[in-house]
């Protein structure tokens, strides 16, 4: 059937035909991307999602919105749409995204993304980065027994923060003063001997007891069995939640206790990450450290699976808060700088 003949066709049919076709359309995912991108709309469907605005879990379907799909909240009396709140809200070009994700898992770079899929770098760079939000606050269940614990750091950079720098600020090389210093800033790694893990920004310099708190608080319980270096924030953090620590001093060259404590798996993760990091993207600025931080412990949580694509896009899709966390980098990277006031 050519275009003419579709046209005849289509102005052939009766009124309620006409309505009939286009409400048939409008229900049928009309291109393989609505499938790996369907999962929040699967979710509300079945009813194991929640209102984005109040958590309601009272809520209708209510039409469509562009061709994704409406509900209405019994609870706070407003609509939301399957994409609000998630990474999705306000991308346009949503016919793009499968590609895009496809180029992403590949890990390719912005250029190559750009030309293939014919998108400006600014949208690409914007895109990637709205996709990790999605990733930043989810699995978030509790360590238990043996977890590890580490600080390492990362020498701060500028790269990225702007994207048409006509001379990008010359990155990498070492810092200026010895040991450790404001020029890096901090990540703690945490991970138990099963899935959980937790990569969080913190500071810059020295890691305090409240930073752990921060990055790993309310994740601990006493079915929680700490092993760190011997630092005092880490002793006072422990006692804090009332766990077992096992201190590891590798300044007298103590790596393991009674065979089973120590901190060799995060250890591990810190030295794949950063060489992950510098062979992937030549480095990354540290204002979007955290979002590379998401993909990489995402990546780390998926290794096994057979889907990676989807379950990826599955997982990021989920969080309702993901569309916050994108707008709130700028704001993120601004308070990070300020702990170097403190
Ligand atoms: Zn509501």
């Known amino acids: 059937m050519d275009k003419s003949e579709i046209r005849a066709t289509l102005l052939s049919l009766s009124q309620e035909e006409r309505v009939a076709l286009l409400s048939e359309i409008e229900n049928e995912p009309t291109s393989h991307s609505l499938n790996i991108l369907g999962q929040r709309r699967e979710h509300l469907d079945n009813k194991i999602g929640c209102c984005p605005r109040c958590s309601g879990k009272k809520y209708r379907k209510h039409g469509k919105d562009k061709g994704s799909q409406r509900y209405y909240c019994n609870s706070c009396k407003k609509t939301f749409t399957e994409y609000t709140g998630t990474w999705l809200a306000g991308i346009h070009k949503k016919e793009l995204i499968t590609d895009y994700l496809k180029l992403m898992e590949q890990e390719l770079s912005l250029d190559k993304i750009k030309d293939e899929l014919e998108i400006n770098k600014k949208t690409a760079f914007d895109w990637r980065h709205k996709i990790l939000s999605g990733l930043e606050n989810i699995d978030q269940g509790g360590f238990k027994g043996i977890t590890e614990s580490d600080d390492t750091f990362f020498l701060h950079s500028s790269k990225g923060s702007k994207l ?18 404001n020029e890096q800033v ?3 790694v945490t991970a138990d001997r099963d899935t959980e893990l937790d990569l969080s920004v913190v500071t810059f310099g020295r890691i305090k007891k409240s930073d752990i708190t921060q990055a790993i608080g309310q994740r601990v319980s006493d079915d929680t069995i700490l092993c760190s270096d011997s630092h005092v924030s880490y002793k006072g953090f422990a006692i804090d939640n009332d766990m077992e ?17 120590h901190v060799q798996h995060v250890n591990s993760i810190d030295s794949r ?8 993207f030549g480095g990354v600025s540290t204002k979007y450290l955290q979002k590379y931080l998401n993909w990489f412990k995402t990546k780390e949580r998926l290794k096994q699976s057979k889907e990676f694509l989807k379950d990826f896009t599955n997982k990021s899709l989920i969080d309702i808060t993901a569309r916050n966390t994108y707008m709130e980098i700028g704001q993120n990277y601004q308070d990070l700088i300020n702990t170097t006031l403190n």
Do not use: T
Request: proline share 2%.
């Open 164 to 181: 048409y720098d006509r001379k990008p600020r010359k990155r990498g090389g070492s810092a200026k003063k010895k040991g450790i210093s």
């Open 186 to 188: 901090a990540v703690i």
């Open 245 to 261: 620590h096992h201190a590891i001093r590798a300044d007298l060259k103590q790596y393991v206790k009674q065979k089973i404590y």
């Open 273 to 280: 990450l950063k060489k992950w990091l510098e062979y992937q």
